[in-house]
């Protein structure tokens, strides 16, 4: 088996991910780059708790699978991301419970707590596109390109995309937002919540030195 080291370390994420129910049965898909502009992703349709390290597909930025399984079904977004986003190392898309709440709103979310405001929020909703086509990849590159702080996109009515500079850095932004959503929800049900002025987001930007 090729890229042993890359699959285990993807293979751990995967578990991570599951644990903390950022992917549920087979939903969502992560990948990260390897050399020679290759890229190791999840595989299509398979339950990730029984997921192995040698299932996992190894595919060259069009998406040609090289080794492991058949890759996911969504692999074009990844790579148009690879393609055209060069500080994308990693990504990390869930169905994510409140990143799939808030992607049907099709409202930005506002810098409401640090969990979000690491994701680069306000955090916008990509335009509809549908599932595993090529404009789920272009719909979120224009975001990306046009956001240098954002790591963290909603795609409409589906559930969240996160890049990072390695596997755990989108790993933990696909979890900041999670939470950071899912507190922004509870606390829309009991009151009207306010975000972060432009002076709070200052001074925490200071003292975090973000
Ligand atoms: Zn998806």
Known sequence: MSYQEEREQL???????????????????I????????VAITPSG?????????????????GNLIEGLKPSSETPMHTAIYRNVPRAKSVC?????YGMVFAMLQEDIPVMNVELMVCGA???????AALGTAKAGEVTVKIYLS????SVILLRQHGLVAIGNSLDQAFIKAYNAETGLETYYKSRLLGTPQPFTREQINEIKESYGL
Do not use: C, F
Not at 16 to 27: E, F, G, H
Not at 31 to 38: F, G, H, K, P, Y
């Open 147 to 150: 956001r240098p702080e954002l």
């Open 31 to 38: 990948s990260t780059r390897i050399e020679n502009d290759l």
């Open 46 to 62: 398979i339950e990730y708790r029984h997921m192995k390290a040698e299932d996992i597909s190894i595919i060259d930025l069009e």
């Open 11 to 29: 293979l751990k994420i995967v578990q991570q991910a599951y644990k903390v129910d950022l992917i549920r049965m087979s939903a969502g898909n």
């Open 93 to 97: 898309h869930t169905h994510s419970i």
């Open 122 to 128: 306000p955090i916008p909703v990509a335009p509809w």
